[in-house]
């Protein structure tokens, strides 16, 4: 059976669900009831958007009910994995965020936990039971839509990843970028695309996440200065914190998945849920 703790993000389906009431206390604490009859159930898989401390808090509720009840294995999907970008400790002071969300998912002792296209390889290294699940059907799905296209790396970062992409995809071409980021203010600078001339081509920037976009609002540029034809984009996890109207003026669409949240229908954004057989 499945306890999807976001209702508006089923992507195992709806059917065999759990349900629940929760609310949130005066003083500011959430809880959570379980209204389904679980007295023959073995086996739960909860499906969850993790987006804050308050979003995890509501899934250590939720597999404790579900432990009280008398379930014994409980799997976690959780596509976005919260503090991925915060792998490494970069300047004295700083938390290493990405093992603080895998000791607490951890201490849970889930039989599986699935992941989707995660940032580096420390968040599948540092949390027990991984299912880490590539992004290889959601570009497929984005190329089916657009034609054939250049396949762009952003940086050095998205390296390995694209080029795994590419040899799923029947062996598409790769650009690489690159850029260069100072770790004390975030600042970007530095873009770079390793190709004389584009000729027109179509290009599909590939990464795995979009916050602000900076990072892909300099390398559109550069590629443009490259005589790129039309540019799109495809992060699988779209954060968008300041909104599209930047990117659309270089991206003719941008595509996502619903593993941060869902969006209304807009212009140039076409999101791809996680339900349409890429988990």
């Given at each position: 059976?499945?306890?999807?703790?976001?209702?508006l993000?089923?992507?195992?389906?709806k059917?065999?669900?759990?349900d629940f009431v929760a609310f949130t206390?005066?003083?500011?604490?959430?809880?959570?009831?379980i209204?389904?009859?679980?007295?023959a159930?073995?086996?739960?898989?909860?499906?969850?958007?993790?987006?804050?401390?308050?979003?995890?808090?509501?899934l250590l509720?939720a597999?404790d009910?579900l432990r009280?009840s008398?379930v014994?294995e409980?799997?976690?999907?959780i596509p976005?994995?919260?503090a991925?970008?915060?792998?490494?400790?970069m300047?004295t002071?700083?938390?290493l965020s990405?093992k603080?969300?895998?000791?607490?998912?951890?201490?849970l002792q889930?039989k599986?936990?699935?992941?989707f296209?995660?940032?580096?390889?420390?968040?599948?290294a540092?949390?027990?039971?991984?299912?880490?699940?590539?992004n290889?059907k959601?570009i497929?799905?984005?190329?089916?839509?657009?034609?054939a296209?250049?396949?762009?790396?952003?940086?050095?970062?998205?390296l390995k990843?694209i080029?795994k992409?590419a040899?799923?995809?029947?062996?598409?071409e790769?650009?690489?970028?690159?850029?260069s980021r100072d770790v004390?203010?975030g600042?970007?600078?530095?873009?770079?695309?390793?190709?004389?001339d584009?000729?027109?081509a179509?290009?599909?920037v590939?990464?795995?996440?979009?916050d602000?976009g900076?990072?892909?609002?300099?390398l559109?540029?550069?590629l443009?200065?490259k005589?790129?034809g039309?540019?799109?984009?495809?992060?699988s996890?779209g954060i968008?914190?300041k909104?599209?109207k930047d990117?659309?003026?270089?991206f003719?669409l941008?595509?996502?998945?619903?593993?941060?949240?869902?969006?209304?229908?807009?212009?140039?954004l076409?999101?791809?849920?996680?339900?349409?057989?890429l988990?």
């Open positions: 059976m499945n306890l999807n703790l976001d209702p993000f089923t992507p195992l389906g059917e065999n669900r759990i206390f005066s003083g500011g604490e959430p809880h959570l009831k209204t389904t009859n679980l007295d159930i073995f086996e739960v898989t909860i499906t969850h958007r993790i987006n804050s401390f308050n979003d995890m808090g509501f509720l597999v009910a009280r008398g014994k409980i799997n976690l999907v976005y994995f919260p991925a970008r915060q792998d490494r400790v300047v002071g700083e938390a990405v603080v969300y895998a000791d607490l998912i951890n201490n889930l599986q936990v699935t992941i296209d995660a940032h580096s390889e420390v968040a599948i540092l949390l027990d039971n991984c299912n880490a699940l590539n290889h959601f497929q799905k984005v190329v089916a839509q657009i034609g296209v250049k396949l762009i790396s952003p940086d050095g970062g998205a990843k080029y992409v040899a799923a995809l029947d062996g598409m790769v650009v690489e970028g690159s850029k004390k203010t600042k970007l600078s530095g873009f770079k695309v390793y190709v004389d584009l000729e027109g179509d290009c599909l590939v990464d795995d996440i979009c602000g900076g990072t892909f609002l300099g559109a540029a550069e443009k200065k005589n790129a039309k540019l799109y984009l495809a992060v996890h968008f914190n909104g599209l990117l659309s003026q270089y003719d941008i595509f996502t998945t619903d593993s941060i949240r869902n969006m209304d229908a807009q212009a140039p076409v999101q791809i849920k996680l339900e349409d057989n988990l």
